[in-house]
């Protein structure tokens, strides 16, 4: 009977709890470190020497200009890519919208 009411109070406290890490801005964070950040900085700043090498001004993707740009053009450029930026190719449609989520974050109040 004990270990009945453990179950349950375990059950609660992962339903409690989930929200607070399935949150789709973590997931990502996650994956734009992984797959972004190499080149667009931790927190979408852009990297001097990336700009550099590919002979582009790469703007903040919290600036206004970026963030502008509609949720499906921002899923395009990760997947299909833009001008000097090629698309990148393992990231899923839920992938996409985690780092879309992600993205959000950055813009400039
Ligand atoms: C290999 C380096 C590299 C990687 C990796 C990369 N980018 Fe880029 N990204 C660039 C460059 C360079 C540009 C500028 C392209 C241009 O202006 O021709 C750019 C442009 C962009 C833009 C358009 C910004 C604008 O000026 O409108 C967005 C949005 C963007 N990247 C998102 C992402 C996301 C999201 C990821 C990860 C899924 C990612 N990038 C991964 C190099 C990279």
């Given at each position: 009977m004990k270990s009945v009411v453990s179950m349950l109070l375990v059950g609660f406290i992962v339903l409690a709890v989930t929200p607070l890490f399935a949150g789709d801005t973590a997931a990502g964070r996650d994956l734009f470190g992984k797959k972004c950040a190499s080149c667009h900085g931790a927190s979408g700043e852009g990297k001097d020497s990336v700009a550099k090498v590919f002979k582009v001004e790469m703007h903040?993707?919290?600036s206004k200009e970026v963030q502008a740009k509609s949720d499906a053009d921002l899923k395009k450029v990760m997947i299909d890519g833009m001008g000097k930026m090629k698309g990148i190719?393992?990231?899923?449609a839920k992938g996409s919208d985690d780092i879309l989520a992600y993205m959000r974050t950055f813009a400039k109040k």
């Open positions: 903040n993707l919290g190719k393992d990231v899923d």
